[in-house]
């Protein structure tokens, strides 16, 4: 067949993009290698935060103030955009706007949070530090000595946010063709040929929204993929429910392997941390993540664990997003390094964008050639092996 625009990849970029371009008429047709979300999309932790990673004063200054800015000022809206799309689209992601709660572990995790605090308030972000005690009263653990709380984020189930930008999607007029994987791309006649096993699909532009997902369709990789797993308990009982996390927050620490915490609306406590369960590591990740229970919450002493997963990450060196050229009308959405749901949301509505015409100065991020990552397989060993040394060791302390 032949379309305006075909989209590699049904994941938060992808939908978004699809999404926003059919929503003006755009002919557009989506080729997903699995199932909606069978990604990043639909293994996260299900925060939606603003911002990045990063610090924003960082951002500029590995950016330059314009640019950094520019990309500080998108992503600090990326919620306002994830839970506008909900309300439009009526998706049924249990979308709970309360705020996150960063957690501080210990006074260096502190100055951390005093440091993100002060830029945060530089750019007049309605953030607030809380002390020990009201960090323990909001997330039920005394395990914390303070809190970075910002009302601007939320927690929604991310795999249901995904399947709803798809539903959306196809009800703008987009196409979406699950279990299609997308086997090679190429320009030729002044046009994109995305084939599949069954079919071909030619285009006059590309937008490739694999992520950490590119199947081997990149031969240099770009990114290293990193592994996040997540153990979810059986519904808790309404009085433990009363005492931890009571006004609904997601919740992450300041550990050098960092972990995350969330109740969703039927009560269960999900607990996340670096790691994948897929592999040979998974019983030292489910130690890992008995251990790390018990320690948040002493009070919750008959549980188990009903559901396991694990996503994989997209981190670029510098740890910031991309919006890569990669050939005549072409480009690649990648490199959230743990953030995936506000700013995939953001880019996706980005490339939509790009692909009507607009003035690339007008985009969150540059458009920019891909920088290969040489180190790449390198630094995912690392990161992998040492989220499973890590946890292995702190079973073994007792940690």
Known sequence: MTTDVVIIGGGYSGLSAALHLAQQGVDVQVVEAHSIGFG?????????????????DQVEAQL????GHTLNQALAAAPDLVFQLIEQHQIDCQPVRNGTLHCANNSVGLADLKRRLAQQQKR?????????????????????????????????????????LAHAAVAAGAHIYPQSPALSYHHDDNQWRVTTATGSINANQLILATNAYDLNLTATPHHTPVHFCQFATQPLSTQQRAHI???GEGCWDTAQVMSSFRL?????????????????????????AHRQL?????????????????????????????????????????????????????????????????????LPVAITLPKADHFAPIKAHYYNTGARVAHWFGRRLGR
């Open 40 to 56: 990043g999309s639909g293994r996260n932790v299900g925060l939606v935060n603003a911002g990045l990673w990063v610090p924003p």
């Open 124 to 164: 007049h972000a309605p953030v607030q530090l809380l002390d020990a005690n009201t960090t323990e009263t909001r997330t039920g653990s005394g395990q914390f000595i303070g809190a970075l709380f910002d009302p601007r984020a939320g927690t929604i189930q991310p795999l249901n946010y995904a399947f709803g």
């Open 245 to 247: 996390l009571p006004q």
């Open 264 to 288: 969703d609306n039927a009560g269960r406590l999900i607990i996340g941390g670096v790691g994948c369960v897929e592999d040979a590591g998974k019983q030292t990740h489910v130690n890992w």
């Open 294 to 362: 018990r320690a948040l919450f002493p009070q919750v002493t008959d549980y188990q664990f009903q559901y396991a997963w694990s996503g994989c990450i997209a981190m670029t060196p510098d740890h910031l997003p991309k919006i890569a050229h990669i050939g005549p009308q072409a480009i690649s959405l990648y490199g959230y390094s743990g953030r995936g749901i506000g700013p995939a949301t953001v880019l996706g509505k980005a490339a939509a964008q790009w692909a009507m015409g607009a003035d690339p100065a007008s």
């Open 64 to 67: 330059g103030h314009h640019a």
